[in-house]
């Protein structure tokens, strides 16, 4: 049976734990500390703890949730992919983005995805399984290290790796909490941004818990029939259901939501879908955020072109909705977004 991840614990599991153990209080803050903020991976790195209590937690416990399988750099070196193994052999990827001040993380919540979007490839390579809460924190821990060894940290996480984190809702905002805790790593909750497709029940759960976390939404198209050719789940939850939930939650929390668009050229790049958008989006709180589409192998739609993409967003502009052309990024590695799948 595989061993129990460290990280899945919150420090309130662990504490209990130790406790059971006849370990003094103190002993449970040592190991978190050692985890998230000296950022040891190895039962060995933990000198402060007796011998024994090392032997037992190694018994118990595996320090290891991510092997790092394949790292790739794109060619101007700012963007890092890696692939790494779970402890079953399945495979999930996370990158890290280097910006002038910014180092953002894109991580992972579950191997492959369920809702089928016909230009991603994670879509493409249908649903594994979800990742544990543990194993979406290692991908932050992992990168939280790889910087610190060059004295430098991370500034944000965007939840848009492979998977929908609202269909692994629990997880990823246990994943979030455990990061955000005082005592451990400690990673303000603004600075997670969190990408949903568009599950609503999930938008509604999480306006009521009123977090910090930023929330962007997958739109990509401004009418139900050119969504549901895009994102099947679009069926389920359709267009106005989404933004009034989105309208909801920025009247409850006060909060800008960000809505994503891929480019894609010829199907919703064009002035009408500009102007439909705008429609739709009157009055909300929101802002645009554009990447023209990055290709993936099983899908022939192709990037918008650069004069598209500008008089869209101009469109938009007009209306008043501010509207960001995002920069592609790590598209010779495979790193772009739609564009993480494990091949095994
Ligand atoms: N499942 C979540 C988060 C992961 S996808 C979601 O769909 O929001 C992260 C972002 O990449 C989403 O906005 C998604 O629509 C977008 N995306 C997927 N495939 C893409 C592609 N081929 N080109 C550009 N963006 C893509
Ligand atoms: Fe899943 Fe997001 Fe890809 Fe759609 S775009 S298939 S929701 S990962």
Known sequence: ?????????????????????????????????GLYQHFWVSLEQFTNLPIALRHKLDTEFSFNALSPVSILRSSDKQT????????????????????EKRRTICISTQVGCAMGCVFCATGQMGFRRHLS???????VMHYARLLHDEGDVITN??????????????????AIDRLNDAEGYNFGARRFTISTVGLVLA??????????????????????????????????YPLDEILNACR?????TGRRITFEWALVNGINDTPEQAHLLAGKLKGLLCHVNAIP?????GYGGEPTTQRHANLFKKILNEYGIPCTIRLRRGMDIQAGCGQLASKD
């Not at 890696?82 to 990827?93: C, P, R, Y």
């Not at 909801?248 to 409850?252: G, R």
């Open 1 to 33: 049976m595989a061993l129990s991840l460290i990280y899945d614990l919150p420090l309130s599991e662990l504490t209990t734990l130790l406790d059971s153990w006849n370990e003094p209080e103190y002993r449970a803050l040592q190991v978190w500390q």
């Open 80 to 99: 890092v992919k890696t692939l790494f193994k779970l402890h079953d052999g399945l495979a999930i990827e996370a990158v890290l983005m280097r910006y």
């Open 133 to 139: 809460s543990g194993e979406i924190v290692a991908q």
């Open 157 to 174: 996480v965007v939840v848009m790796g492979m998977g929908e984190p609202f269909h692994n809702y629990e997880n990823t905002l246990a």
């Open 203 to 236: 938008i509604r759960r999480f306006t009521l818990e009123k977090r910090q976390i930023n929330l962007a939404i997958s739109l990509h198209a401004a009418d139900d029939a050119l969504r549901s050719s895009m994102l099947p789940v679009n069926k389920a």
């Open 248 to 252: 909801d939650y920025t009247l409850t």
């Open 293 to 297: 589409l990055n290709p993936t192998k």
